[in-house]
């Protein structure tokens, strides 16, 4: 079964970036969909930015040409560049997996953590104003 673990959260100021980068163990994740989700204080948890099947990527409306993720080519760590980050990115992020169903994605893809199966424990973002 696979593993993951995410590194790279922290406090950061209105305008600031990080990386976060989620390790997976004990399983090559090859054909799998994997996103990045978060969950604000006394929210529900949400999809950020996610890799789906037939090569499909997604975005948040809110976060779209601020974060960008994206996969080594060891297909080992998944990663999520976050730019020009806002209060309203405070979160607990977490990463996750999941073999990808058969048929492609189509536009009209939402992920949804109930599509995921393999989760991290998440990694703390702060961004204060």
């Known amino acids: 079964q696979v593993q993951l673990l995410e590194s790279g959260g922290g406090s950061v100021q209105t305008g600031g970036s990080l990386r976060l980068s989620c390790q997976f163990f004990?399983?090559?994740?090859?054909?799998?969909?994997m996103g990045w989700f978060r969950q604000p204080p006394g929210k529900e948890r949400e999809a950020v930015a996610a890799?789906?099947?037939?090569?499909?990527?997604w975005y948040l409306d809110s976060v779209k040409g601020r974060f960008t993720i994206s996969l080594n080519h060891a297909k080992t760590t998944l990663y999520l560049h976050m730019t020009n980050l806002t209060p309203e990115d405070t979160a607990l992020y977490s990463c996750a997996v999941d073999p990808c169903p058969g048929p492609a994605h189509g536009s009209s893809w939402l992920p949804l953590p109930s599509d995921f199966g393999a989760w991290g424990q998440g990694t703390q973002v702060t961004v204060s104003s």
């Open positions: 890799f789906g099947s037939g090569g499909r990527t």
């Open positions: 004990g399983y090559t994740v090859s054909n799998y969909c």
